[in-house]
């Protein structure tokens, strides 16, 4: 049987999935210049919305940070969401930041799709995650995502533009979304662009932790 | 000991408290047109948002639409809401628009205090609703109403300019968002233009009913 197509984010409450873009010439994660004030506000606010993620025992095992961190439901969802993913599609920009920001062995540990405009060679990390580029479109990338994934299910892990062109085609079965208790101001906004003419949400679960709440819904046609 | 001052609100996933405003000339609740493409598309969004709290048996008892309607907890929460407010302070555009809507007995049944730059009579409706026009600035509107309140809290009643403008003052000391499974993908969003740097968020309260989950946040000042 055929696995669903999901995405999962955190999302400021105020709609927000990622901080205001850095400016170019104050590059994120480059190696060789000083990190400018631009780049320590964007650092600050993804601390700040990603604040549930860190201290989890998942993530600390996930990126080889040690042993320890903490159990309970964020941990929960953040391993489920991991596990059940059996390859993961991405956008070109998200790839290009994970490039120089990922540890050696990249946290995915699947096959990942990247949607690009250039051709490349697979690229194998060591610990399980090769990146494959697609040249010919969001729906090649997925028919190959899903062929890979083995019956398990293809996560769309962003960024933010992507997920969007994935939901806006009709190819996002369910999402969650971790609602974060931090207002951005500005920034990246999921649905920035939805087509909320043709997309109706099932309400699936809601769970909360002290900390964040993590909201699922299914994704019908209008 | 004097009351809280608060919000609530029901907020779509995408972040809209309330459709694309309609444009001028074809009004909403005016009386003497018919409705026109863009009435019944603000209709129709207005319907989904609030979609949780028509069939409630406090939506109905409030409005005198009759007897029955559904309890649990959306039920417990609208009420709750309804009944921690000793008085509220209101936008004059959200005024405006309900003068044309609400029933004679308009459903606050407390001292209401609209911000406006026009000086007005009190305007008392039947069931307990009076309508005070305060014209030098929000903080007066608030003062008045913290004292009418009587020691119970003071509401925020809208529209989104207007809770903004409380929220960016420091006046607003907690809210609640009941959050849709909805997208709109346009509207008037609750927290454009919010001032993230000086508000930082505590997590309260969720609360999931099968058809919404309700967030309670306290704010303080960063």
Chains 1, 2 share one sequence.
């Not at 003419?197 to 046609?221: A, K």
Request: no cysteine; glycine share 10%.
């Amino acid at each position: 049987m055929a696995g669903k197509v999901f995405f999962s984010v955190t999302m400021s409450l105020d709609g927000f999935i990622a901080p205001e873009p850095v400016p170019a010439g104050d590059e994120l994660f480059a190696a060789d210049t000083q990190d400018g004030p631009d780049v320590r506000r964007w650092m600050a606010q993804w601390s700040e919305l990603q604040a549930w993620a860190f201290p989890l025992r998942f993530f600390r095992e996930n990126l080889k940070l040690g042993e320890g961190g903490e159990e309970g439901l964020d941990n929960d969802v953040a391993r489920a969401t991991f596990e059940r993913t059996g390859a993961s599609v991405m956008g070109r920009r998200m790839f290009d930041l994970g490039e120089r920001s990922w540890p050696e062995e990249a946290p995915f540990h699947t096959p990942v799709f990247v949607v690009t405009h250039t051709k490349r060679d697979p690229w194998e990390r060591p610990g399980g995650t090769t990146f494959h580029f697609v040249a010919d479109g969001i729906e090649h990338a997925l028919d190959q995502a899903r062929t890979a994934a083995g019956g398990r299910d293809v996560r769309v892990a962003g960024g933010g533009a992507t997920i969007l062109e994935y939901l806006n085609a009709g190819l996002v079965d369910e999402f969650s979304v971790t609602l974060s208790p931090v207002l951005l101001g500005a920034g990246t906004r999921l649905f920035d662009g939805v087509d909320a003419s043709r997309i109706r949400l099932e309400p699936v679960r809601s769970e909360s932790s002290p900390r964040v709440t993590h909201l699922t819904y299914t994704v019908h046609p209008r």
